[in-house]
């Protein structure tokens, strides 16, 4: 079973904060060495913040890509057309690019968004 993105998001933010409340905590009773332990899980769980989100919002991006193409329109790829392609400076590609492979994208996308509420 996988979890939606934005429970990992909510979760990571939760997290963040309650660290961030323990560093403060233990900074006010001189141990820093905790406090600056507490800050760096902080740092990471922000970070696993961010990327969730993006993660969510490339998602939703793709719903709607391929809801459009669905209903007869010829939407212009998404930018980056894959995030693979993002990461490799556009040298190489998702399964999921919405330029290079289009009837395989759109295939995939409308079964894995087809069982979601």
Known sequence: MTMNPRRYQH???AGAVL???AAI???LNGLYIQA???AIGVLILTEATLR??????RARAECDWARRRALGENPAP???CCLLAAASNGHAHDH???DHSLERFITQIEAEYRHQP
């Open 11 to 13: 979760a990571a933010t």
């Open 19 to 21: 660290l961030t409340a």
């Open 25 to 27: 905590a233990t900074a």
């Open 36 to 38: 600056c332990l507490f």
């Open 52 to 57: 969730e989100h993006r993660r969510h919002r």
């Open 78 to 80: 998404l930018n980056p």
């Open 96 to 98: 999921r690019c919405t």
